[in-house]
């Protein structure tokens, strides 16, 4: 069964201009997962260093492995990376995981 993950990424502050210059690469695999259907939503988190996404997986070792394939990620640009199953009961994002299962 597929489940809403929230994924926060850390980012370095001091690396600000080498995601910049990876952006396009970064959007392109993100869009790649929003035409999917995988990606729900993405977006910074106002008044801090990190950004949030939430994504559709069936396993947490899914979405680490194919979180893994980011080209910030694999860049080293996201500091830190926590992952959490979300357990929505219902609304836009429970709608789109029973969408995503089929």
Known sequence: MVSAFA???????E??????????EHRAW??????SGRLIEVGRLTGTPEGLLVLLY???????ADLDTDPYWRAGLVAAREITRWEVSWGIVA???RAFSG
């Open 95 to 97: 709608d789109a995981a």
């Open 7 to 13: 994924v926060v990424y850390g980012y370095a502050p």
């Open 30 to 35: 993100l869009t790649a997962r929003r035409q």
């Open 58 to 64: 069936e396993s947490e070792e899914e979405a680490t």
């Open 15 to 24: 690396r600000a201009e080498e995601r910049m210059a990876g952006l396009d």
